[in-house]
């Protein structure tokens, strides 16, 4: 078992003295109050400050709290949660996707402590691996640090946490979790009280799910989907204008033999052959792609053969297409993830388009925190390709329809398609809006809180987040390191 203490000191930033200066500069002039969200057709999400309210973690919710969340913490008693459970946890999944869990930096490789004190946030286990610009730990870190400022220029009041979190989209195989839990009995109580971002369904008590760090943050979030609203109007008559077919651009990716995604994508591209009048779907670039050629010619995979190769060839050369025009088309497709065939991050790009949403059957195989909401045809619909006996990611999603008669069938009924596309956008504006996304951790954080039973505490070499320093800094120690 891991020493919680000893742990949370190993993996820190070392940048703890640079940047208390800067965090002492962002404290708020106003005296924070506890704050709630409260959802109004006509403007969305909305700050609300309870002024009556000295002690944060008392508040009471004027709605109930996001059923994933109400969930997935169920089992845990308020003032429950020990520190000693939360490494548990993380240990128990690193055991299950098979991380050497006596190597601190193997282990927390994909974890990110994170700790709420006094209103401000810090981090602790920033590994020294992949520091590169587009690493999830980073944009995590960003995405968090600017949801807890928008919190605080609200004048709001956050209450003292601390959470763990897993940042990689993949979660064990039914196989290992039958191990996992046979392991101790402690295991079972080992479950919750982390965070992820994606989730397999079978692994439902695994973890509880928040936000991808994709959004970026709120304020880039909220330009970026801004500018697709600007760009997309709804309008019946501008809307018939969009292209009459299905639209998706994506990665190649390959990993191994047995991760469905590159095989879900090949499927729908095979679709396209004779199909091009419906479908407009292709990789958008070459990597990965070669890699998938290099298991073509070596045949190691029973569901390769060179005719995929000649297909990866014809597809591959798709325009780019620029997120905030990919309402061009009057339905856009979602693939699985581009490596395991987990979630794909494109979702939540083309939700608020206004095009209808075709979600590639598989996606039932992962869950991410909003798609318990979605309902399958209201908000989507569910298409697959030609089904083959090899994949045993198909789970015959109720509904879902070859993805060629989709689009045949919504040719045939226009304001169907429309309906879909302003549905979807609705629900965008409900659960995935830089609002949204801030109501979510709102209450993620609030319910985290009621659970602990210990106080948090910031270990002396835990960082303040300030704007992007975190990594920056490691860099430059990398650096200096290899110099
Ligand atoms: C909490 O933060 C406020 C404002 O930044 C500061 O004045 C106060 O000393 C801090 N309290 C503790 C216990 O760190
Ligand atoms: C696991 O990590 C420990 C400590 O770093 C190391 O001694 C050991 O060789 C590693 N085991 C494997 C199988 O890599
Ligand atoms: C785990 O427990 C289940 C039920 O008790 C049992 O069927 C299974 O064989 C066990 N698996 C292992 C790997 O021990
Ligand atoms: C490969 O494609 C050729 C024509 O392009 C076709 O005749 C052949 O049946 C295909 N092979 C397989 C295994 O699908
Ligand atoms: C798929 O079907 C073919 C022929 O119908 C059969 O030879 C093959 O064993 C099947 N594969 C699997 C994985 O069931
Ligand atoms: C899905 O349906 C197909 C054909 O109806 C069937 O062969 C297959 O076993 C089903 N798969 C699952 C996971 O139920
Ligand atoms: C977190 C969040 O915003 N959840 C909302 C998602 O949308 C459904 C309805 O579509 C609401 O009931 C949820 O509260």
């Known amino acids: ?64 709290a996001d059923e994933e969340l109400t969930r997935s913490l169920a089992q845990w008693k308020p003032g429950s949660l020990t520190e000693q459970a939360i490494f548990a946890a993380v240990e128990d999944v690193g055991v299950a996707t098979g991380r050497n869990v006596s190597d601190p930096e193997d282990l927390y490789e994909h974890w990110q402590g994170m700790i709420i004190y006094n209103n401000s946030l810090y981090f602790t286990h920033v590994t020294w691996s992949q520091l590169g610009p587009g690493y999830k730990k980073k944009l995590f870190r960003n995405f968090m640090n600017s949801i807890v400022q928008s919190y605080k220029k609200d004048g709001c009041r956050l209450p003292d946490v601390f959470m763990m979190m897993n940042i990689e989209s993949v979660f064990p195989s039914a196989q290992k979790e039958v191990e996992t839990s046979n392991k101790s009995s402690s295991s079972t109580t080992a479950r919750a009280p982390v965070m992820c971002i994606a989730r397999n369904v079978m692994d439902a008590k695994k973890c509880t799910l928040v936000p991808n760090p994709y959004f970026k943050t709120l304020n880039a979030w909220q330009k970026m989907t801004a500018k697709i609203r600007r760009n997309c109007p709804m309008n019946l008559p501008t809307w018939r204008q969009r292209q009459d077919r299905a639209l998706w651009r994506g990665k190649c990716g390959f990993s191994s033999c047995e991760s469905s995604g590159p095989r879900m994508k090949l499927g729908m591209l095979s679709a396209c052959g004779d199909n091009s009048q419906y479908l407009d779907v292709a990789f958008k670039e070459e990597t990965g792609c070669h890699r ?19 297909l990866i060839n014809k597809v591959l050369k798709g325009a780019v297409i620029d997120q905030a025009s990919f309402c061009q088309a009057k339905y856009l497709v ?150």
């Open 334 to 483: 979602n693939m699985p993830g581009q490596y395991q065939g987990s979630y794909s991050r494109h979702l939540q790009y083309i939700m608020p388009t206004g095009s209808a949403i075709l979600i590639w059957e598989t996606l039932s195989e992962f869950d991410e925190f909003y798609y318990h909401h979605l309902r399958p045809g209201k908000d989507f619909l569910w298409v697959h390709g030609d089904k083959d006996n090899s994949s045993k990611s198909y789970q015959n999603a109720t509904g879902s329809k070859h993805i060629v008669e989709v689009v045949k069938q919504l040719r045939q009924n226009e304001r169907r398609a429309w309906r879909l596309g302003k549905a979807a956008r609705r629900f965008f504006q409900h659960n995935l809006s830089a609002d949204a996304l801030k109501k979510f951790w709102l209450e993620t954080i609030h319910m985290y809180a009621k659970l602990q039973g210990f106080a948090p505490h910031v270990p002396a070499e835990a960082c303040a987040m300030t704007r992007d320093a975190v990594s920056d800094r490691i860099k430059q120690m990398v650096a200096l390191r290899e110099a």
């Open 1 to 64: 078992m891991l020493k919680s203490n000893n742990d949370m000191t190993k993996h820190i930033c070392l940048i703890s003295l640079l940047l208390s200066a800067t965090a002492m500069t962002i404290a708020n002039a106003a005296v924070p109050h506890a704050c709630n969200l409260n959802f109004n057709p006509e403007n969305g999400w909305k700050i609300h400050r309870l002024k009556e309210s000295n002690k944060v973690t008392d508040h009471i919710w004027q709605q109930p």
């Open 292 to 310: 998938m050629e290099i298991w073509v010619r070596e045949k190691n995979c029973p569901w390769l053969t060179d005719n995929t190769s000649q």
